[in-house]
């Protein structure tokens, strides 16, 4: 007789993983003796403060120690997951089933997020996974950070139509220096308040924003090249982008690869945005492009090395290095070049994303193609 697969909903799902998070959290044991991290006791079955606050905290540390375990134990998007999973599969399997799924979370977690930074305003709310959140960005430089407060929130309804209580837990975030700190805006961010909501019951992570206008920014007297682009089209052009932070508009740049001295062949004029393009000239804002009418390279001048040089109106400057390794980046896109530390953390990614067909690091130094 052939046995077929049960079905569960969304409120099934839930339910089951309340049932099991407890009896599941023990049969977890060898795999937190593994990872060296303490047996968690068992979250309260009542709406509490204390519970997300610990949660919190642990969540946290989890982030500051690259200690996926923490993070794991904490979510709810991965609990409940867990705990469907485990309803599919007799109990003697379960162990295996946990080593197989937290493995295979942990590598997904290491892979660059495809994240959304900014809040939508939503009839429902659903549980996000951590790595989805700003705190991938905010927590990456390892700011130091305490706990504001705990407050318990309005119940609302999720995405089976279940009515859950939730917490929210207020996190303020500190960044000691300008070498530490997140790209965040137009500035590096200094410090902030980040709301982390608990899903109460249980005590796991929901999801995560930043409060807004609770931000506070370095203030930075020097410009600095934070990232470039080179793109070539169709059409016979060049174009080749960079970003820049602090300083005092307007900006002028001086840019030139190998014996070539680029500049702007076909005059300034705003692009769909607004900004202003073309180099040398003075550019009001903070993102340079120059538009370039090229004939094509010979492939010997490949890898060509680049070096730009911006200047602010009170005369401050810098010069970052990059080598582009051909003429056309294939199939599509362009080559994204970003400068320490952000090129670590995963930031300051020239935009759109989708048209960086290869990344690398941008150069304070001259360097060799």
């Not at 109990?91 to 295996?96: C, E, G, K």
């Not at 965040?184 to 005590?203: N, P």
């Not at 001295?261 to 900004?275: C, I, K």
């Not at 599509?332 to 530390?341: D, L, T």
Request: proline residues 9%; glycine residues 6%.
């Amino acid at each position: 007789m052939r046995l077929s697969r049960p079905k569960f909903s969304l409120a099934f799902v839930f339910a089951a993983t309340v049932a099991l998070t407890v009896g599941s959290r023990l049969v977890e044991a060898q795999t937190r003796r593994r990872a060296g991290a303490p047996t968690k006791k068992p979250a309260p079955t009542s709406p509490s403060t204390a519970g997300p606050s610990k949660a919190a905290a642990e969540l946290l540390g989890g982030f500051e120690d690259g200690d996926f375990k923490k993070i794991f134990d904490n979510s709810f998007v991965y609990q409940a997951e867990l705990g469907r999973l485990r309803a599919q599969n007799p109990q003697v399997m379960w162990p295996q089933v946990t080593t197989q799924y937290f493995e295979s979370k942990r590598s997904e977690f290491i892979k660059p997020p495809q994240r959304n930074l900014f809040s939508i305003a939503q009839p429902f709310t659903y549980a996000q996974d951590p790595k989805e959140t700003a705190l991938t960005d905010l927590l990456k430089p390892k700011p130091s950070w305490k706990i504001l407060e705990t407050r318990s929130l309005q119940p609302e309804m999720d995405m089976s139509g279940t009515r859950r209580a939730f917490s929210a837990v207020y996190v303020q975030l500190n960044y000691k220096d300008m070498s530490a700190a997140p790209v965040f805006g137009e500035g590096l961010l200094k410090q902030t308040i980040v709301s982390l909501k608990f899903e109460s019951d249980h005590a796991l992570f929901w999801s995560a924003e930043v409060i807004a206008n609770s931000d506070a920014k370095w203030q930075m007297d020097r410009p600095r090249i934070t990232s470039a682009q080179w793109v070539t089209t169709l059409r016979g052009s060049l174009n080749i982008g960079y970003n820049i932070l602090g300083g005092a508009p307007p900006y002028s740049s001086t840019t030139r690869c190998g014996s070539y001295q680029l500049e702007n062949m076909g005059g300034v004029a705003p692009d769909p945005s607004g900004r202003v393009l073309g180099s040398p000239l003075e550019i009001p804002r903070s993102h340079i492009n120059i538009y370039i009418q090229y004939t094509e390279l010979p492939n010997n001048q490949f890898p060509l090395s680049c070096s730009l040089v911006v200047r602010d109106a009170n005369g401050h400057e810098d010069t970052a290095t990059f080598v582009v390794p051909r003429m056309y980046a294939e199939p599509w896109g362009g080559f994204c070049f970003v400068r320490h530390p952000w090129f670590e953390w995963g930031q300051a990614i020239p935009r759109p994303r989708a048209g960086c067909t290869q990344l690398a690091e941008l150069a304070d130094a001259p360097v060799s193609p």
